[in-house]
């Protein structure tokens, strides 16, 4: 059974950096691509970026460019992404999915950061 | 970057209903459409991939139809579990896009 678990919340101060990752057992990510999408609070889910573990390829959506750092480490299964310079308005869940047969066949339970002072 | 309207906002509904969320594309997406349900406590199910396909484990009474710009989720029977939110996302190009969500309540 694929099941993607992410870490946990995460309290982050304005203009530190938070790394989030994405541990998925089942299934070897160098096979597959790894999406990671975020959800401000009462908002709809917005596409970060994506990345190929297999080569450690990267495509962003343009608002996330400066933001946003995708990376993975085949070795334990596990997807990351950094989260650089926060400010409040990154406050939301971040949510990994994974490309299977299907396109985000699967998901995780999502982290919430919160970007406080 | 493709838009993706999604309507209703919010649908109330009752038990046993036949509903429709309807999602348009700003352009043509060749039915590289997906739908997903997230439930309120925050998870994320893939429903439907290429516009009409079924994920594994979802039931039969969601279907999907559509091509070009114009797509849509059916509900045959509304049963209590189905009350969530529901979003389009379009993968015909990057970034990959989600409509605004449509709030499926019990009337």
């Known amino acids: 059974e694929v099941q993607l678990q992410q870490s946990g919340a995460e309290l982050g101060k304005p203009g530190t950096s938070v790394k989030l990752s994405c541990k998925v057992s089942?299934?070897?990510?160098?096979?597959?691509?790894m999406h990671w999408v975020n959800q401000r609070p009462g908002k709809g889910l917005e596409w970060i970026g994506r990345i190929d573990p297999a080569n450690g390829n990267t495509i962003y959506a343009e608002k996330f460019k400066s933001k946003a750092t995708l990376t993975a480490d085949t070795s334990s299964n596990t997807a990351y992404m950094q989260l650089s310079q926060l400010k409040s308005d990154d406050t939301a869940i971040y949510f990994c999915a994974m490309d299977w047969e299907e396109p985000f066949a699967y998901w995780g339970q999502g982290t919430l950061v919160t970007v406080s002072s | 970057d493709i838009q993706m309207t999604q309507s209703p906002s919010s649908l109330p509904a009752s038990l046993g209903e036949r509903v429709t969320i309807s999602c348009r594309a700003s352009q043509g997406i060749s039915n590289n459409l997906n739908w997903y349900q997230q439930k309120p406590d925050g998870t994320i199910k893939p429903l439907i991939y290429?516009?009409?396909n079924l994920q594994s484990g979802v039931p039969s009474r969601f279907s999907g139809s559509g091509s070009g710009t114009d797509y849509s989720l059916t509900i045959s029977s509304l049963e209590p579990e189905d009350f969530a939110m529901y979003y389009c996302q379009q993968d015909a190009s990057f970034p990959r896009t989600f409509g605004g969500g449509t709030k499926l309540e019990l009337k």
């Open positions: 290429y516009t009409s």
């Open positions: 089942g299934y070897n990510i160098r096979n597959t691509y």
